[in-house]
Every structure is written in C-alpha cells, then in structure tokens.
T-cell receptor, first 110, second 112 residues
Framework: RKEVEQDPGPFNVPEGATVAFNCTYSNSASQSFFWYRQDCRKEPKLLMSVYSSGNEDGRFTAQLNRASQYISLLIRDSKLSDSATYLCVVTKSSASKIIFGSGTRLSIRP | DAGVIQSPRHEVTEMGQEVTLRCKPISGHDYLFWYRQTMMRGLELLIYFNNNVPIDDSGMPEDRFSAKMPNASFSTLKIQPSEPRDSAVYFC??????????FGSGTRLTVV
C-alpha cells in the first residue's frame, strides 16, 4: 500500500460547482499535511496547510481526520482557473522527508 | 525574493553523457530537496539536505546519480552516465524547516 494515496481522477465538473476530494495516508505518526496545486508543465505550488481543526482560505477548505487517516480539500464555486492537479503532502516528523501523493486531476468546464 | 532558481530549464543529451543540474535555493532556507517527476511514477524524492548536509539519499535510483551542496546557496544533481529512462522533470525545492516547500521551475531532461 502506498504511504499516501489519492484518486487520480479526472474530476470533471461545471463552473460554479462544489467539488471535494480526499487523500489517505498510512502512517499514523504523520504530523504535517499540505495541499499543493500543480498546473500543466509547471512546478507544484503550496495551496494551503491542513490543520487539525480544519481551515479555510476563501473558496478552499481543508480538513484533517486523524482517526480515519485522511485529509480533504473542498472547493466551492469552482472557477475555470481551478483546473489543475492537486497533490496532497504528508510529513512524518519535523525533520524528515515529505511524501507527495500522485495527485488528483481536476477539470472545470464552462 | 527570486525564488528557487534551477538551470538549465531544458536539457537534451545523448545516452552516456554526463548531465549536471543546478539549483539555487531561497536565501535562508535550511532544507533543500531534489525531486524527479514522471507520468508513471509521479513525484519521487531523490535526496534532501539540511544545512548543506545530505540527510536521506535513499531515493537516489543508483550510483549513476550524485548530488552535492557545497554551500547554502548552491546544489547540483549529476547523472553520469545518463540513460533514456532518466528522462523526466527534475525539481529542486527549498524550505525553512518543514513549513512548506517552494519549488523551482524544474529542469526538463530528455536523454536520447
């Protein structure tokens, strides 16, 4: 089993819709969690950190469920510009390497 | 802040040749990471440094790959000899502790 797993998609949704996807992780000792966004032929960019209490940044909401070992990303009122691949990232300890999921591809249609 | 700077942006080389990829991290960042990304395998961590010291190189595929960080502002990833299966996008990233990476724009390597 992979350490970090994501549904590869693609998720194809109309503009204005709400879309959510999850990412599961296998190591219960994981400490820090992030969502990254990667546009085609570009580098990944940090979208948001994921905190235990959940956090929101505009149309984006990230949540952590430690009991079930998954994190989620919710995008409300989706825009065409939200089309990208979303990577979840999990770290195992404060000084260790970071594990990237393989990404979920999201496509927003007009 | 110029961000993480990688060079070259694109590299096309013949099988068997030596390839050197370069990275300048963000000033003040104490972690530097080298990643490789392919369609088949996604993002793979190759090696990372903390305060210029290699900490984990378990992701380096084989002895043909080597990485150095002679000072806080420069790192290289070398492949010698290169093979077609090394074709990928190689990303360098830096961070302050593990507060979130900043990636460079990547080097797209094609070995023919």
């Amino acid at each position: 089993r992979k350490e970090v797993e994501q549904d590869p998609g693609p998720f194809n949704v109309p503009e204005g819709a709400t879309v959510a996807f999850n990412c599961t992780y296998s190591n219960s000792a994981s400490q820090s969690f992030f969502w990254y966004r990667q546009d085609c032929r570009k580098e990944p960019k940090l979208l948001m950190s994921v905190y235990s209490s959940g956090n929101e940044d505009g149309r984006f909401t990230a949540q952590l469920n430690r009991a079930s070992q998954y994190i989620s990303l919710l995008i409300r009122d989706s825009k065409l510009s939200d089309s990208a691949t979303y990577l979840c990232v999990v770290t195992k300890s404060s000084a260790s390497k970071i594990i990237f999921g393989s990404g979920t591809r999201l496509s927003i249609r007009p | 802040d110029a961000g993480v700077i990688q060079s070259p942006r694109h590299e096309v080389t013949e099988m068997g040749q030596e390839v050197t990829l370069r990275c300048k991290p963000i000033s003040g960042h104490d972690y530097l990471f080298w990643y490789r990304q392919t369609m088949m395998r996604g993002l793979e961590l190759l090696i990372y440094f903390n305060n210029n010291v290699p900490i984990d190189d378990s992701g380096m595929p084989e002895d043909r790959f080597s990485a150095k960080m002679p000072n806080a502002s420069f790192s290289t990833l070398k492949i010698q000899p290169s093979e077609p299966r090394d074709s990928a996008v190689y990303f360098c990233a830096s961070s302050l502790s593990v507060s979130g990476y900043t990636f460079g724009s990547g080097t797209r390597l094609t070995v023919v």
